[in-house]
Antibody, heavy 121, light 108 residues
């Protein structure tokens, strides 16, 4: 059974770096695409970025200048780093595995439970 | 960026009734559209992908239709556990993934 678990600080100061890790169990991390998605309290979903099975990354243009997503296959983990955070980055952060329909891996079928990150001094 | 607009924002229905939720894209997404269900305090759950295919384990009362810019999620007969927020999602070149703003399905 596939399980994803986010971890990281729940409180980050403005202008600092938000760092989260997603630990994957029950499947090969190298065989799938993995995304980060966030949800501000009481609001909708925003895709942050993806790391593919080959290790290439694509980011939401609105976050690209501050964002790095990486993978550590030896630990079956992938990570997110978002620099220069502001209160607008306060959200529930989810990691998710992509579902592939044929060759198109456009959807998200496994999600972590989410971790709330608050940006505040 | 392709914008997805969902309607209505809130839908109030009773168990046993039929629910029809709409998602409109600002430009064609072909059939590359998904629907998710999110219950309070939970992560979203994939219901429908490629506009009309049910994900594994999704009950047959959920169906999706549409292509291009107009899509519909239909729940044929509402059960108590179906009251939740529903999101549509698409993937465009980049890639860039976007979600609609959600439709809250509430008990009348």
């Amino acid at each position: 059974q596939v399980q994803l678990q986010e971890s990281g600080p729940g409180l980050v100061k403005p202008a600092e770096t938000l760092s989260l890790t997603c630990s994957v169990a029950g499947g090969s991390i190298s065989s799938y695409h993995w995304s980060w998605i966030r949800q501000p309290p009481g609001k909708g979903l925003e895709w942050i970025g993806v790391i593919s099975s080959s290790g290439s990354t694509n980011y939401n243009p609105s976050l690209k200048s501050r964002l790095t997503i990486s993978v550590d296959t030896s630990k079956s983990q992938f990570s997110l780093k978002l620099t220069s955070v502001t209160a607008a980055d306060t959200a529930l952060y989810y990691c998710a595995r992509h579902y592939c329909s044929g060759v198109n891996c456009y959807y998200f079928n496994y999600w972590g439970q989410g971790t709330l990150v608050t940006v505040s001094s | 960026e392709i914008v997805l607009t969902q309607s209505p924002a809130t839908l109030s229905l009773s168990p046993g009734e039929r629910a029809t939720l709409s998602c409109r894209a600002s430009q064609s997404v072909s059939s590359y559209l998904a629907w998710y269900q999110q219950k309070s305090g939970q992560a979203p759950r994939l219901l429908i992908y490629d506009a009309s295919n049910r994900a594994t384990g999704v009950p047959a009362r959920f169906s999706g239709s549409g292509s291009g810019t107009d899509f519909t999620l239909t729940i044929s007969s509402l059960e108590a556990e179906d009251f939740a927020v529903y999101y549509c999602q698409q993937r465009s070149d980049g890639p860039l993934y976007t979600f609609g703003q959600g439709t809250k399905l509430e008990i009348k």
